[in-house]
C-alpha cells in the first residue's frame, strides 16, 4: 500500500512537542521527508532521531519564527537539504488565557506575531519556493475553535486565530492558479500526550492524533481537489448558546 506523502518534503513549525509533534511523527510516517522547526535545539534533534528509529526521514531547524529573517532561511534550507518543498503546516502558537482586561502588550504582540504574522510570512516564502518548481504544493494552517467561536477568556488568541481562519481562504484564492492549495484544521480542546491513539467518539476530546490524521490528509494528493477550507475537529468542546 503506497504512503499518502511519499517522497513529498514537509515543513512543520513547532514539531518537536504536542500537537506539532504527533503531526512531524505522522507526516514521516506516511512517507514525507519533514524538516522539524523549533526553539529548542535539543527537542528538535530528539525529535529526529525518534523520527529515524521508526525508519523516517527529518531534520532539525532551530529558531524563532516570528524573526523578520527567519520565514526565507527555513524555506532555504528545507530546498538545500531535501531538494525540493511540498509541504507547510504553520502549527506553531502560543496561548495566554486571560480576561480581556488583563491582556497585556506583551501578550498581545506575542501572540499575533507566533499565530498569525509568522504563517502570513511563511506562506509568502513558501509559496514562492513552491511556484519556482512548479509542482503545486499544500499549506495547512492549525488555526482554533477561537477561530471561528470568540470566547471572552481568549481574545488575543480569537483575533489571531479567526485571522487565521481569513489568510486561509484569501491565500488559497491567491494560490489556486499556481495549483498551491491552502486549507485549516480548527481542533477543539485537545487530549494531552495523545499522539498514539485516536478518539472513538465526537462526545470525547479530540486526540493529537486525530488532528495529525488531518493534517495528513490535507497534504496528501487525496484532497487536491480542496482548498480555502477549515475541517472543523471540536469533538467534545462545545461553546453553550443560551436560549
Same mark, same amino acid.
Request: hydrophobic share 45%; glycine share 10%; aromatic share 4%.
Given at each position: ?9 514537509? +515543513?512543520?513549525?513547532?514539531? =518537536?512537542r504536542?500537537?506539532? *509533534?504527533?503531526?512531524?511523527? #505522522?507526516? &514521516?510516517?506516511?512517507? %514525507? ?15 529526529v532521531r ?24 527555513l ?16 502549527c ?17 504582540n506575542?501572540? +499575533?506575531?507566533t499565530?498569525? =504574522?509568522?504563517?502570513?510570512? *511563511?506562506?509568502?516564502?513558501? #509559496?514562492? &519556493?513552491?511556484?519556482? %518548481? ?44 499556481f ?27 479530540v ?37
Amino acid at each position: 500500500m503506497s504512503k499518502l506523502v511519499e517522497d513529498k518534503v514537509a +515543513i512543520v513549525t513547532g514539531g =518537536s512537542r504536542g500537537l506539532g *509533534l504527533a503531526i512531524s511523527q #505522522a507526516l &514521516a510516517a506516511d512517507g %514525507a521527508q519533514v524538516l522539524v522547526v523549533s526553539r529548542s535545539e535539543e527537542r528538535g534533534r530528539s525529535t529526529v532521531r525518534e523520527i529515524e528509529q521508526r525508519g523516517g526521514i527529518a531534520g532539525a531547524f532551530t529558531g524563532d519564527i516570528t524573526l523578520p529573517n527567519t520565514p526565507a532561511a527555513l524555506v532555504q534550507e528545507a530546498v538545500e537539504r531535501f531538494g525540493r518543498l511540498d509541504i507547510l503546516v504553520n502549527c506553531a502558537g502560543v496561548f495566554f488565557w486571560k480576561k480581556l482586561l488583563e491582556l497585556t502588550p506583551q501578550d498581545w504582540n506575542e501572540t +499575533i506575531a507566533t499565530n498569525l =504574522s509568522a504563517p502570513f510570512f *511563511l506562506t509568502q516564502e513558501a #509559496a514562492k &519556493a513552491m511556484i519556482a %518548481a512548479g509542482r503545486g504544493g499544500s499549506i495547512i494552517n492549525v488555526t482554533s475553535i477561537h477561530g471561528l467561536l470568540g470566547d471572552a477568556s481568549v481574545a488575543a488568541q480569537c483575533a489571531a486565530k479567526f485571522g487565521l481562519t481569513g489568510l486561509t481562504q484569501a491565500s488559497a484564492e491567491a494560490l489556486r492558479e499556481f495549483d498551491i492549495r491552502v486549507n485549516a484544521v480548527a481542533p477543539g480542546s485537545i487530549e494531552p500526550d495523545s499522539g498514539d491513539r485516536r478518539s472513538d467518539s465526537p462526545k470525547r476530546k479530540v486526540t493529537q492524533a486525530d488532528v495529525a490524521t488531518i493534517v495528513t490528509f490535507l497534504a496528501s494528493d487525496l484532497s487536491r481537489s480542496i482548498t480555502g477550507a477549515t475541517l472543523d475537529a471540536f469533538g467534545s468542546t462545545r461553546k453553550v448558546i443560551k436560549a
